[in-house]
C-alpha cells in the first residue's frame, strides 16, 4: 500500500478509536492508538499520531488532552450527548409499533453514536424494561412505505386486519384491498396511525399502521385534499379518545376541581375552565363520543359528568346498563 493511501486510513482507523473506544473516563494514550493501527498493519511513529490528532482538532473533533496519571486523549463532546441517547433508547423501548427484535437493532446503532463504555449504559437499559410490543415485523417498513407515498403525491392499498383471540389475523372487508390517499402519520397513546382518504367511503379515515400489511403505492395521485385542509392536526388526537370513531360534537361536562390538570391534559389549554360552585367546574370540548370516550370518563367516578347534550348523556347512560348487565 502507497503512503499517501496508507496515511489517509490511518487517520480514518484513529477517528473510529477515538469515537468508538474514548470518553472522559476512558482516555487512551499514544501507545494505545499506536497498537491499534498495529491492528491493521498500519505503520505509525508517535509523531504521525501527534500530527494526526491536530489534524482531527482541526477538523472538528473535540479532543481533550488529560494529565491526570499518563497524558491520554478522549473524545470530549459529540453529536449526540449521553442523556439525548438514553432518552431515544426508552423512546424506542417504549414504542409498541417496534417489535423487539427491531428494538435491539435500533438500540445496537444508537450505541454506535458514543463510546462503547457508554453504549453498555444503553444496552443494560434492554433488560430493564419489560413493554408490550407489536407482533406485527413489517410495521417499521410500512411507516417508510407510507412517508414515501405521501412524498410523492401518491395514493396506496393495503389490507387491514384485526387480531383474533388465538393471535391469528382476521382481514377486514373479506381480505380486499384498502385504497387510501395518505396525507399524515400521527402518534397517538404509543401507536403509529395514517390520517387518509378513504377512495370508497369518500371520507377522512384513521387506520393503525401495526395492522396494515402489504402496502403499496399507486400510480393515481391522492384524493381528498380539499377535505384533509379542513383538518385541525393540533386538536385531532385529542378529539379522537383512543383512535376510535365517533362523531365530533362539543360536548359540556362538569368536574371536580381537583382534575384540571387530567382535562387539560386531554383537551389542551384553549379550553375554558367556567367555576361552578366552590369544589367544581364546567368545560365545553370537542370530543369524538364513542366507547373509549366514556371509558375515560367513567375512571373519574362520580368526580365527572355530562351535562349535555342530551343524547351523549343518555348515551353513557346505556353504556353502563349494558356492562352492568355483565354482573348480574
Do not use: C
Not at 150 to 176: E, M, N, Q, V
Not at 201 to 228: C, T
Request: proline share 3%; charged share 25%; no cysteine.
Amino acid at each position: 500500500m502507497g503512503k499517501s493511501a496508507d496515511s489517509k486510513l490511518r487517520l480514518l482507523y484513529l477517528l473510529r478509536y477515538l469515537l468508538r473506544q474514548t470518553d472522559e473516563a476512558h482516555p487512551a494514550g499514544i501507545a494505545d492508538m499506536l497498537a491499534e493501527l498495529e491492528r491493521y498493519d498500519i505503520t505509525a511513529n508517535r509523531k504521525t499520531v501527534y500530527d494526526d490528532l491536530e489534524a482531527l482538532r482541526l477538523f472538528g473533533l473535540d479532543i481533550v488532552t488529560t494529565k491526570s496519571h499518563a497524558t491520554g486523549y478522549y473524545v470530549a463532546s459529540r453529536d449526540f450527548e449521553l442523556p439525548e441517547l438514553k432518552l431515544l433508547v426508552d423512546s424506542v423501548q417504549s414504542s409498541k409499533f417496534i417489535t423487539q427484535k427491531k428494538t435491539l437493532s435500533l438500540i445496537r446503532k444508537i450505541e454506535g453514536l458514543t463510546s462503547v463504555h457508554e453504549g453498555q449504559l444503553l444496552q443494560r437499559q434492554v433488560y430493564v424494561h419489560n413493554r408490550v410490543k407489536t407482533m406485527n415485523e413489517s410495521v417499521y417498513y410500512n411507516v417508510d412505505e407510507i412517508s414515501g407515498a405521501i412524498s410523492r403525491d401518491r395514493g396506496i392499498r393495503f389490507r387491514y386486519f384485526d387480531y383474533a383471540p388465538d393471535g391469528s389475523r382476521l382481514y377486514r372487508h373479506d381480505g380486499a384491498f384498502y385504497q387510501v390517499s395518505p396525507f399524515a402519520l400521527m402518534w397517538d397513546n404509543e401507536n403509529y396511525y395514517l390520517l387518509g382518504w378513504d377512495e370508497e367511503s369518500e371520507e377522512l379515515r384513521h387506520y393503525r399502521v401495526d395492522k396494515m400489511e402489504r402496502i403499496a403505492a399507486r400510480s393515481e395521485p391522492r384524493r381528498g385534499r380539499d377535505d384533509f385542509a379542513k383538518v385541525d392536526m393540533a386538536s385531532y388526537s385529542q378529539q379522537v379518545f383512543g383512535m376510535f370513531g365517533g362523531a365530533v360534537q362539543a360536548v359540556r361536562m362538569r368536574f371536580a376541581r381537583h382534575l384540571a390538570g387530567a382535562v387539560i391534559d386531554r383537551f389542551g389549554h384553549g379550553l375554558i375552565l367556567a367555576p361552578d360552585g366552590e369544589a367544581h367546574f364546567t368545560v365545553t370540548a370537542p370530543v369524538a363520543v364513542s366507547p373509549q370516550f366514556y371509558a375515560w370518563l367513567l375512571g373519574f367516578g362520580s368526580e365527572a359528568e355530562i351535562l349535555g347534550p342530551a343524547a351523549v348523556r343518555e348515551g353513557l347512560k346505556r353504556h353502563l346498563a349494558e356492562a352492568a348487565k355483565l354482573y348480574e
